[in-house]
């Protein structure tokens, strides 16, 4: 059994930590041209004659803006440049704002859950729905959708720099859809620069206040590529419960079959007609620091195909550990703020560490280990990092055991698969199914906690894109943090997820105790991995 040590572990948290301080860029590609470019406005007319104006602003659906009315742009810069600060003014400083229920980059469309010639129609509700409960006909179906989308070309393009201060010379690489939505995580999940200075900044999408309203707002805009890719406007993303794998043993096979999501072979390899390396190729997957924290799309398409379980293929080592019903309940009511800074340093914090916050528990970050109604699986047991106990569950597990498959590996080897990495993690697609369950119970908590406001760090650089008025890095059109903070009928889906029981009486917790000999010298080793792996 290997362990992990301290050192090894920060070197393997600096690998996936990428300085973003060059200026590539996704635009929507009617304003990558030079004008666009160099006027810093992406304030485009949709029509082809000219008539509907900028944001079309002639059919009174829009208007071009500041913004700065639109999104917190006040954060200090400073010499060397992040620029996902005060997102997006390093690209555009004018764009649409769209009125009432118009949406778009241009004001052409229809805000989420809006429909008809004048956007004025409330449309039905779109369900997201279990994966393990499609039949054939729906896996066939869904799997064609995704394909077409991995091979069409999205609306957006990549701005590849070849000059750092001038975005007018970047090499424009057209990308498909579903890369699209692999090189938007890998952007805004490297890490804030400051966190070499301070060492205790994040990313713009994990380990603090905005995860849950990050990855709603992507899987929104996901959809919605996907839907407009294969014309079909009712395509929806499913999510996965694992919250009801335990004791059962055939789990892979319910979803990771060739028929499904895919098989994979003994060195984690993914198979299928789908998802196999001739027809499912990665991109932005960075495994030596040294590639650099440029994506471009071309350079890194294929060069690792997906991989699942790369240390046991079997899983086997990951056998309920899966999150439990319990897990969830955990999250869902013992947090009923989404974040609170009263108490004292180190907790009254906007990173993982903040003692009791809502989104720190869906994410993974426990600071609360003991817990005689909701014990902790002693496999997950607590790691002590500057005197603060933290254990890692829900979210972070799920990529732990597709990505890894072991809980006692020396992670600096660079043998994490495709869910273990942080920036590839969304080449593989159960990762959507994954993020989906975890928007689910986002939405159960939002519905039981409708009075409680959102809760960001307002104006601290080192925690920049969680604010509540901060514009989500790096989506356009512009949405802010509280503006995905609203109940999932706002945006015209529901989850039709089980409801998770209320706290009852306490429990033993021996039901999560193992019935194995080597426990107890197990716990170290999974809590020195558990540090060790970064958030998703």
Known sequence: MMSISLQTAVCWMLIVSFYANIAEAQVPAVCSDNESLTNKKCCPDPSEDGTAGECSSNNNRGTCVDVSTICYTNYEEDSTPEIRLNWPTHYFTQMCKCNEHYGGYDCSECKFGWGGDNCDMKLPLRTRSSITAKTPAEWTKYNDQLKIAKNTNSRYVILVPINDSDLSTAIVRNITVL????????????????????????????????????????????????????????????????????????????????????????????????????????????????????????????????????????????????????????????????????????????????????????????????????????????????????????????????????????????????????????????????????????????????????????????????????????????YTNNDMYQTADNFGYSCDLRDFPPPSEPKSGTAHQLSCSNCVLTMLSVAMVLFATFAY
């Not at 709603?216 to 499913?238: C, G, K, N």
């Not at 789908?274 to 990665?282: I, L």
């Not at 009254?348 to 280990?369: C, I, T, W």
């Not at 928007?439 to 920049?464: H, I, M, S």
């Open 179 to 478: 890369d699209l939505f692999s090189w938007i995580h890998e952007f805004s999940a490297k890490t804030n620069q400051d966190y070499l200075e301070s060492g205790s900044a994040n990313d713009y999408a994990h380990e603090s206040a905005g995860f849950p309203t990050w990855h709603r707002l992507y899987l929104l805009m996901l959809e919605r590529e996907i839907q407009l890719a294969v014309d079909d406007p009712t395509f929806s993303l499913s999510y996965w419960d694992w919250t009801n794998f335990e004791g059962q043993s055939d789990w892979i096979d319910l979803i990771f079959n060739d028929q499904k999501l895919g098989g994979y072979t003994e060195n984690g390899a993914v198979t299928g007609d789908y998802y196999g390396p001739e027809q499912w190729q990665t991109v932005c997957w960075f495994k030596d620091p040294n590639n650099g924290s440029t994506c471009d799309p071309e350079d890194t398409r294929g060069i690792y195909p997906l991989i699942r379980c790369p240390i046991n293929p079997s899983c086997t080592a990951a056998e309920g550990l899966f999150p439990k019903e319990q897990d969830a309940s955990r999250a869902l009511y013992n947090y009923n703020v989404w974040r609170d800074t009263s108490g004292d340093e180190p907790y009254a914090v906007f990173n993982k560490y903040a003692k009791r916050s809502f989104g720190n528990a869906l994410e993974g970050f426990d600071a609360n280990p003991d817990d005689d109604i909701y014990p902790f699986d002693p496999r997950l047991t607590t790691v002590t990092i500057a005197n603060i106990n933290l254990t890692r569950y829900l979210h972070n597990t799920g990529h732990i055991i597709v990505g890894i498959g072991d809980f006692t590996t020396d992670l600096s080897s660079g043998e994490a698969g495709t869910m273990g990495s942080v920036g590839a993690s969304p080449n593989d697609p159960i990762f959507y199914n994954h993020h989906t369950m975890i928007d689910c119970l986002l939405e159960k908590w939002l519905l039981n906690n409708t009075d409680k406001p959102y809760v960001g760090p307002e104006g601290e650089r080192q925690f920049a894109g969680h604010g509540a008025g901060d514009c989500i890095v790096p989506f356009m059109p512009l």
